[in-house]
């Protein structure tokens, strides 16, 4: 079955970065975008961008343009964002998505 | 960008009754391919979105056929017939026509 593993709840420092991952699996990773999306606690959800992890074509929201860095891994199947210049306002769960099948969420703290 | 403004806030239900959530974009969604990418989801507490409806109508798979998905342009509607428990949770529309796609702000549907 279709499944997206994301890695483990990070608590980082102001101005330091992190990268959290996505694995694939159930099916074949080059076919489907994967879009990454945020959501502060209690609020609505944002779409950050999106990979084709056939090509390594990107798209951006503006708005995330210079704090999240997508990449994939196809031997692995395996989507990472890198998300950098962390402030207390990039504190979130992080999601990663096939659109009809999403990963469990990632907890990004951020606090000194 | 795309706004799409979500009515109500809150949906106070019965169990058993109809409910229906309101999705209004700022331009239209329809798609120079002739296709609008206006997806719906649903958010239960605790838990990653979960598609519901794609392209404005179409249920995805395994979705009960009491939730129907309507409209055009840039006027749309989640209708929930015969409101479950397992149905209670934030419901999100989303549109993936313009760049950057966006989320509305939700819309939550509570037991009254």
């Known amino acids: 079955q279709v499944q997206l593993q994301q890695s483990g709840a990070e608590l980082t420092k102001p101005g330091s970065s992190v990268k959290i991952s996505c694995k694939a699996s159930?099916?074949?990773?080059?076919?489907?975008?994967i879009s990454w999306i945020k959501q502060r606690p209690g609020q609505a959800l944002e779409w950050i961008g999106a990979?084709?992890?056939?090509?390594?074509?990107?798209g951006y929201n503006e708005k995330f343009k210079g704090k999240a860095t997508l990449t994939v891994d196809k031997s692995s199947s395996t989507a990472f964002m890198q998300l950098s210049s962390l402030t207390p306002e990039d504190t979130a769960v992080y999601y990663c998505?096939?659109?009809?099948?999403w990963g469990q969420g990632v907890m990004v703290t951020v606090s000194s | 960008d795309v706004v799409l403004t979500q009515t109500p806030v809150a949906q106070p239900v019965t169990l058993g009754d109809q409910a229906s959530i309101s999705c209004r974009s700022s331009q239209s969604l329809v798609h120079s391919n002739g296709n609008t990418y206006l997806e719906w989801y649903l958010q239960k507490p605790g838990q990653s979105p979960q598609l519901l409806i794609y392209?404005?109508?179409n249920r995805f798979s395994g979705v009960p056929d009491r939730f129907i998905g309507s409209g055009s342009g840039s006027d749309f509607t989640l209708k929930i017939s015969r409101v479950e428990p397992e149905d209670l949770g934030v419901y999100y529309c989303?549109?993936?026509?313009?760049?950057?796609?966006?989320f509305g702000g939700g819309t939550k549907l509570e037991l009254k």
């Open positions: 392209k404005v109508s």
């Open positions: 990979i084709n992890p056939g090509s390594g074509g990107t």
């Open positions: 159930g099916y074949t990773f080059t076919s489907y975008d």
């Open positions: 989303f549109q993936a026509t313009h760049d950057p796609w966006t």
């Open positions: 998505a096939r659109k009809d099948y």
